[in-house]
């Protein structure tokens, strides 16, 4: 059984209390799989002393150099990707290729991030004075905040630390209560790749005990937060009283639209894919199937045939399609969304329960579940539900799905499946979300392009690669003027 510690300036350390908590396997709540400190706000503190006292060597070392490390880093990544796709299946329940391509996603990442300390452009313009010029760098702002999710526990820590790191802050990881394991296992390959103590920390725990203090610390100059809305919103606030660059990424109620001439093939994988996989819990899940009343009834029963054919198991089992959902709270979240959807007169045509057989008797194991007859304004097609329920509405045009797509108030992800080259140029153009594919299911986001979405979905720059993505939270602009004329230029007078 595995014992967390946290990680404060390059030792491995219980909660200051000696607290700790359980951590158990959500396809067997019986077997226990480890304990992890049950931090608190002491703890909280003595990481970001040492993240602070690390801070000014760290930005010091040249970015190349910091990436050098981080290239290390993605190689022990690539080297134990078997042992920590394992351990995201257990401790999360992914079925064991999901788990994989979490770990695989962390890679591509850090090597993406990497390479960026080769690049970290700036600009140089020309300035209106003679003997003088102006340019622009990026420096790093600090001390970071870090406080992620269970759902992608190797990706979603990597999205934040990396690009952090190589912009040269030194950062604090807050991972979520249901996978601390996996974030130490992903922290400490980065301390072996050689990061000087201090520059990542660990601590684990709830949110009111560690979040919330490590949001509003004084010396954390900056936070960065994936989860639900409302503690996103909640941080938002508190970050934005103590002047904090403040970044959220939170809920998706993705769509997929199926014209009448899509590929049916094609849509129905995609559509179950997006659906079931990760048991509906990516923030990019195909949660709204908008599909034309021409394709309806075929599309219909054939994503019935192919949910009924998905096998639920434990994620390390290799026959497993999909595994369990996270969490005892987050299993009632589910079911109770599913009560919603029948109480408010949408029609349950597959699943709809808990599922008991043989081994998963003792998971947080739902069936795949499909609703139809669901209306734009029900709470199932507006509300996160994060588990394996998808609604299905019916739609007569293009125009029509798509106005259905945007009414939410979350816009992260969307998908048109069609072969008219025009109804994709339209989708394209007016599909108002972050992500939007063309014959591709709502997931499948690349690391060189910015990850994130409008509306309620996320505030502040997006994440990973590309113009706009993660470099433009973990470092601020400055401006240099450089004269050289050795006098005072008049123009300079003026402004
Ligand atoms: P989910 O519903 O996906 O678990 P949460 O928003 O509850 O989403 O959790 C995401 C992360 O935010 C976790 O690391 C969790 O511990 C943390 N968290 C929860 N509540 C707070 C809070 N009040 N302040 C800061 N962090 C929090």
């Not at 503690?231 to 009283?241: S, W």
């Amino acid at each position: 059984m595995e014992q967390i510690q946290n990680l404060i300036n390059g030792r491995w350390v219980a909660a200051a209390d000696g607290k700790t908590f359980e951590i158990r396997n959500p396809a067997d709540r019986r077997e226990i799989l480890g304990h992890a400190p049950d931090s608190s706000a002491a703890d909280v503190d003595a990481a970001v002393r040492a993240a602070r006292a690390a801070y000014p060597a760290w930005a010091a070392t040249p970015a190349p150099k910091r990436g050098e490390i981080l290239y290390r880093a993605a190689e022990l990544l690539v080297r134990h990707k078997t042992r920590l796709g394992i351990q995201v299946a257990r401790e999360m329940g992914k079925v064991m290729p999901e788990a994989l391509g979490d770990v695989q996603e962390a890679i591509d990442m850090t090597y993406y991030m990497a390479g960026e300390g080769r690049r970290l452009f700036g600009e140089t313009v020309p300035s209106e004075l003679p003997n003088k010029d102006a340019k622009s760098i990026r420096v790093p702002i600090g001390v970071f905040g870090l406080i992620t999710p269970w759902n992608f526990p190797i990706a979603i820590p990597s999205w934040k630390i990396t690009p952090a790191l190589i912009a040269g802050n030194t950062v604090v990881l807050k991972p979520a209560e249901e996978t601390p394991a996996c974030a130490a296992q992903f922290v400490a390959l980065f301390q072996e790749a050689g990061l000087p103590p201090g520059v990542v920390n660990l601590v684990c725990g709830f949110g009111a005990q560690v979040g919330e203090p490590l949001a509003c610390h004084p010396e954390v100059d900056a936070v960065s937060f994936t989860g639900s809305h409302a503690v996103g919103a909640r941080l938002a606030v508190l970050a934005a009283e103590r002047h904090k660059p403040f970044m959220m990424e939170t809920g998706g109620k993705n769509p997929i639209i199926v014209m009448d001439d899509a590929n049916l093939d094609l849509a129905v994988s995609g559509a179950l894919w997006g659906g079931f996989g990760t048991s509906g819990q990516r923030c990019t899940a195909a949660s709204r199937l908008i599909v034309h009343e021409g394709i309806y009834d075929r599309f219909l029963a054939r994503l019935i045939d192919g949910a009924r054919r998905l096998k639920l198991g434990n994620g390390l089992d290799p026959a497993s399609d999909v595994g369990p959902v996270v969490s005892a709270e987050q299993y009632q979240k589910v079911l109770d969304y599913i009560e919603i959807g029948r109480r408010e007169g949408a029609t349950l045509v597959y699943g709809g329960e808990a599922y008991r057989e043989g081994t998963c008797a003792e998971g947080y194991f739902i069936q795949p579940t499909i609703f139809t007859d669901v209306q734009p304004s029900m709470r199932i097609a507006q509300e996160e539900i994060f588990g394996p329920v998808v609604c299905v509405l019916k739609t007569g045009s293009l125009s029509e799905a798509i106005r259905m797509a945007n009414d939410s108030a979350f816009g992260l992800s969307a998908a048109i499946y069609t072969q008219n080259v025009n109804a994709a140029a339209i989708a394209e153009r007016d599909l108002d979300a972050g992500l939007v594919y063309i014959n591709a299911s709502t997931i499948g986001a690349e690391v060189q392009m910015p990850f994130g979405g409008t509306r309620l979905t996320g505030l502040g720059p997006r994440e990973a690669g590309g113009r706009g993505g993660a470099l433009d939270l973990y470092t601020k602009w400055k401006v240099i003027y450089r004269d050289f004329s050795g006098k005072l230029q008049k123009a300079q007078i003026a402004s």
